[in-house]
């Protein structure tokens, strides 16, 4: 069975940084795209930033140039380095997959999320 599972989030002041990992797991034959995103109270999930397999990044508006998206395809890993952290981006951050699995079909695999929180 294919999980996403994320670790990283925490409590940190205005202008901190915040590291956060996922890692997938189970028997999966390819990773495409993987991302992050976020949902803040009373908001809808809303795209953080994605890596394609190759690479090549995305960033929202937001948090271009505040945030760094990697990933490990060895260790089927991303990462979201996130600096100069604001009060606005408090939310629970989802890890996102898009995979294809040994038994089934390609599909959006999510984390079960991790709280961030700026405050001072």
């Known amino acids: 069975q294919v999980q996403l599972v994320e670790s990283g989030g925490g409590l940190v002041q205005p202008g901190g940084s915040l590291r956060l990992s996922c890692a997938a797991s189970g028997s999966i034959v390819r990773i495409n795209d993987m991302g992050w995103y976020r949902q803040a109270p009373g908001k809808q999930r809303e795209l953080v930033a994605t890596?394609?397999?190759?690479?090549?990044?995305n960033y929202a508006g937001s948090v271009k140039g505040r945030f760094t998206i990697s990933r490990d395809n060895a260790k089927k890993m991303v990462y979201l380095q996130m600096d100069s952290l604001k009060p606005e981006d408090t939310a629970v951050y989802y890890c996102n997959a898009d995979l294809i699995p040994v038994i089934g079909r390609r599909a959006d695999y999510w984390g079960q999320g991790t709280q961030v929180t700026i405050s001072s």
């Open positions: 890596v394609a397999s190759g690479g090549s990044t």
